[in-house]
């Protein structure tokens, strides 16, 4: 079982930056893949950063040239840096893992509230 637990959300103003972070625990071994998840008010939850096992990284379009995910394996941290941000990227954000790279994405973090003001 494994657990994640985000932090660093908060409110900042448009052309901001924050830095989201994610700490997994419980897993005996690695979490495999992982991703992060975000979701606006009124609107489906979506993808927005993935991260393989062997660090490739992938971006939702909206993201790209923007947001830059990464990983401290020895801290079991992720992480997700967010710059140049619009209002339109104000929602919930969650960690998720996928241990078995299937794109089954099987834990989720509680998530942490990302607002962005003009």
């Known amino acids: 079982q494994v657990q994640l637990v985000e932090s660093g959300g908060g409110s900042v103003q448009a052309g901001g930056s924050l830095r989201l972070s994610c700490v997994a625990s419980?897993?005996?071994?690695?979490?495999?893949?992982m991703g992060w998840f975000r979701q606006a008010p009124g609107k489906d939850r979506k993808g927005v950063a993935f991260?393989?096992?062997?660090?490739?990284?992938t971006y939702a379009d909206s993201v790209q040239d923007r947001f830059s995910i990464s990983q401290d394996n020895a801290k079991n941290t992720l992480y997700l840096q967010m710059n140049a941000l619009r209002p339109e990227d104000t929602a919930v954000y969650y960690c998720?893992?996928?241990?078995?790279?299937?794109?089954?994405?099987?834990?989720w973090g509680q998530g942490t509230q990302v607002t962005v003001s003009s």
């Open positions: 998720a893992a996928d241990p078995g790279c299937i794109r089954a994405f099987d834990y």
């Open positions: 419980g897993a005996s071994r690695s979490t495999g893949c």
């Open positions: 991260i393989a096992s062997d660090g490739r990284t």
